[in-house]
C-alpha cells in the first residue's frame, strides 16, 4: 500500500499538464483574459471577440490517459438525439459513472480545475459541475445558441478526436452580434483540436455552434459540459418582436386557366379538394402549375439575375429571400398571380376561408417570399413570427432568453443536470420551444444501448400536428400525411375537360395513413375553436437533388407529444396547409449532401 499511495497521488497530479499550473502560464492567462487582450502562443490562445473564448492545448499530461477514457466512453451508455436544433449522440452525466479513469478526471475537473479557473477567470463559481460526453458523426451538426441558462457560468469542450482537420467540418463557430444583440455571422471558428480544452464565459452574446460534420469516415468526439456559480445579471437587451412584411392582396383579375393545370379548375376536382382539407387541415396537388409554365418559371427561378438576401438571426433562421424587384419578368407575373384576387377566390373555394375581401371593413392579409435554399440553410421552431412573449415562462423571462435558443454546444452537446444529480426524464420533442428545448439538455437523458442507435428517425415523428378543421373545430383531427411521388405525366394525360375526375389521381396518395385514429384523438377540443389561423400555399422548385428527409414540418412548440406534418421536397406540387397561431412552421437543417440550390415559393394569407 506504501508504495501504491505515491503513484495514485502522483497521477492525479500529472492528468493535466504541468504547465497549465506553472505561475508564468497562470500569469499570462489571467492577464489577457481579464484586460480582454488576444493571445497566441505556445499552448495558449485567448480571442476576445465576439466573447471571451480561451483554448489550451496538450492540456492533458498523458495520451495513454486519453487512450484509457476513450475507451471507458466505449461502454458508456449513450442515445441519439435529432430535432430541429441539433443531432448528435450523447451520454448522461458522467458523474455516475463506474469508470476509474472518468472518475479521475470528473473528480480534477470538479476540484482542481475549477479551482484554476475561478482564481485565474475571476469569475465566482460552486461546486456544482455538469460534464458529459458527445460524438458527432457525419452529417449530425449543433446550430446557433448562446449556452446562457440558469446559473451555467463557464461552458468547456476537451476534444478527444485525433487528425481533425477543418476540411472534416465539426468547427466551433463563433457569432457576433447585430445592435440588437442577436447572432448574425459567424466571424471565428476553432478545429477541434486533439487533446485541447476550449472554454468561453457563458454571457449574453456567447452564440456559437458545432458546424455539420462533413467526413463520412470520422467521427467528432469530446467531453464537455459547464462550471456553475451565482445566477448572472443579465444586460441583453429586449428582443425585437419579428414582425412580417404583410401586404393586402392585389385587386386584379387573373386567368386562372394562364397559370392552373385545368382539373384544379373543375368544380367537382373543387370540391374534393375542399373536403379534403376540411378533414386533413392540408392538401397537396400534383402537378399544379400548367407544365409548360412550370418548366419556364423553373429557369427564371435560377436566374443571376435575382438579388438574394440572407435572412437571420443565426438562432432562428438562415436561408435567403429573393427581392422581388430583381425577378425575371415571367416570374415577377407569377408572384403577382399568388398576390392576385383570383388566387384568393381560388383559395377560398378550396378552404372555405374569407380570403376575399368583401366589404370596405374587410382586410384579408398576405406575406409572401421566394426562398433559397442550399446546405446549411434551415428554420427552428422558435420563429418569432410565431411565438408571441406571452408562451414564455417566467424562468425565460428572468434568463432574458425571450424564447432564442439557449442550448449548449460541444459544451451544450450534454442533456446533464447540475451537479449530475438525475431530474425528469426528457423523451425526444421535436416540437419542442427552444427554451424546453434548453431544459431537455440539460436534464438527465433516457439512454439507449448502442445496438438502439439504429432506430429509424421517423419513430420520432410518429404523431401528428393537431390543426383546426376548415368546418369541423369540434374534431382534433391527428394525421400524418404520406405524400409519395405523383407521376405528373398522367395529369396531362387525363381528359380534364370532365368534371368527373377521381382527386386522387391529383392528390398526393391522401388515402394512405400510417396511423389510425385512436379515441383520445377523435375527442373534441373546444379551445381550438377560438384560435385564428392562417394558410400556408407552399410551391418548390428544383428539388430533384434535395435528399427527402429535408422537409418542411408543422409543429406545436407548446404540445411535448404534438406531432409533424411533413411537406417533402417535390417540384410542381401546390401544398395547402391550414394552421393555427399556435402552430409553427419550420424547415429541417440541409446537409452537405445536398448539392445545389432548390427554391420555396411560400405565400401566408390571413383571413379578414
Not at 342 to 362: D, G, Q
Not at 418 to 439: F, H, L, R, V
Request: proline content about 4%; hydrophobic content about 30%.
Amino acid at each position: 500500500m506504501a508504495q501504491v499511495e505515491p503513484k495514485q497521488k502522483k497521477l492525479k497530479h500529472s492528468i493535466i499538464s504541468d504547465f497549465v499550473y506553472s505561475a508564468d502560464f497562470q500569469q499570462l492567462f489571467s492577464e489577457h483574459w481579464c484586460n480582454l487582450s488576444d493571445i497566441k502562443k505556445n499552448n495558449l490562445e485567448i480571442i476576445s471577440k465576439p466573447f471571451r473564448i480561451c483554448k489550451i492545448s496538450n492540456f492533458l499530461s498523458s495520451e495513454e490517459f486519453m487512450d484509457e477514457i476513450k475507451n471507458e466512453l466505449l461502454d458508456v451508455k449513450s442515445r441519439r438525439n435529432s430535432i430541429d436544433l441539433y443531432q448528435f449522440e450523447q451520454t448522461n452525466d458522467l458523474v455516475n459513472v463506474d469508470a476509474e479513469n472518468l472518475k479521475l478526471l470528473y473528480k480534477t475537473f470538479q476540484t482542481d480545475l475549477a479551482l484554476w479557473m475561478e482564481k485565474n477567470t475571476k469569475i465566482q463559481l460552486n461546486k456544482t459541475l455538469s460534464m458529459s460526453s458527445s460524438c458527432y458523426y457525419d452529417t449530425d451538426y449543433l446550430l446557433c445558441h448562446d449556452d446562457n441558462m440558469d446559473d451555467r457560468r463557464i461552458a468547456f469542450i476537451l476534444y478527444l478526436s485525433k487528425n481533425w482537420t477543418r476540411e472534416d467540418g465539426g468547427t466551433l463557430d463563433l457569432f457576433d452580434t447585430d445592435k440588437n444583440g442577436l447572432p448574425r455571422n459567424i466571424v471565428k471558428s476553432l478545429i477541434p483540436e486533439y487533446n485541447s480544452l476550449v472554454f468561453f464565459e457563458v454571457a449574453d452574446n456567447s452564440y456559437h455552434q458545432v458546424a455539420e460534420i462533413v467526413s463520412p469516415d470520422k467521427s467528432r468526439w469530446s467531453i464537455n459540459g459547464w462550471f456553475h456559480g451565482p445566477l448572472r445579471e443579465s444586460h441583453r437587451p429586449p428582443r425585437p418582436e419579428m414582425v412580417p412584411n404583410y401586404i393586402e392582396p392585389i385587386n386584379i383579375e387573373v386567368d386562372l386557366h394562364d397559370w392552373v393545370t385545368k382539373c384544379y379548375l373543375t368544380s367537382n376536382i373543387i370540391k374534393e379538394v375542399n373536403q379534403n382539407v376540411e378533414q386533413e387541415s392540408f392538401a397537396f396537388l400534383a402537378g399544379f402549375v400548367k407544365m409548360d409554365i412550370y418548366e419556364k418559371l423553373v429557369t427564371e427561378v435560377a436566374s443571376d439575375t435575382i438579388v438574394w438576401q440572407k435572412c437571420g438571426p443565426a438562432d432562428i433562421r438562415n436561408y435567403e429571400i429573393a427581392d422581388e424587384n430583381s425577378l425575371p419578368e415571367l416570374l415577377k407575373s407569377f408572384y403577382n398571380f399568388f398576390k392576385s384576387i383570383s388566387m384568393c377566390r381560388l383559395l377560398k373555394s378550396y378552404t372555405e376561408l374569407n380570403l376575399v375581401p368583401e366589404k370596405e371593413a374587410s382586410s384579408p392579409k398576405m406575406v409572401i417570399e421566394l426562398q433559397r435554399w442550399s446546405k446549411g440553410c434551415y428554420t427552428l421552431i422558435s420563429d418569432k413570427s410565431t411565438v408571441n412573449e406571452s408562451d414564455f415562462t417566467e424562468n425565460e423571462k428572468k434568463t432574458g432568453n425571450n424564447g432564442c435558443v439557449t442550448q449548449a454546444d460541444d459544451v451544450s452537446e450534454t442533456p446533464v443536470s447540475s451537479g449530475g444529480k438525475p431530474s425528469k426524464n426528457c423523451e425526444e420533442k421535436p416540437m419542442q420551444s427552444n427554451a424546453d428545448k434548453t431544459a431537455d439538455l440539460d436534464s438527465n437523458s433516457p439512454v439507449s444501448n448502442k445496438e438502439d442507435e439504429d432506430v429509424e428517425d421517423d419513430d420520432m415523428l410518429k404523431k401528428i400536428l393537431k390543426a383546426k378543421c376548415f368546418q369541423s373545430a369540434e374534431k382534433d383531427l391527428l394525421r400524418k400525411p404520406s405524400l409519395t411521388n405523383i407521376d405528373n405525366s398522367s395529369l396531362l394525360e387525363r381528359d380534364t375537360d370532365s368534371d368527373e375526375s377521381d382527386i386522387g389521381d391529383y392528390l398526393s396518395d391522401l388515402n394512405d395513413r400510417s396511423l389510425e385514429r385512436s379515441d383520445q384523438e377523435n375527442e373534441a377540443d373546444d379551445s381550438n375553436a377560438s384560435e385564428s389561423g392562417s394558410l400556408d400555399v407552399i410551391l418548390q422548385f428544383h428539388t430533384h437533388r434535395v435528399p427527402e428527409e429535408h422537409t418542411i414540418d408543422y409543429v406545436d412548440p407548446k404540445e411535448q407529444d404534438a406531432a409533424l406534418i411533413h411537406i417533402p421536397p417535390k417540384d410542381n406540387h401546390l401544398c395547402i396547409v391550414y394552421k393555427v397561431s399556435s402552430t409553427c412552421r419550420f424547415h429541417k437543417y440541409v446537409n452537405h449532401y445536398c448539392t445545389d440550390y432548390f427554391y420555396n415559393l411560400i405565400c401566408t394569407y390571413y383571413e379578414q
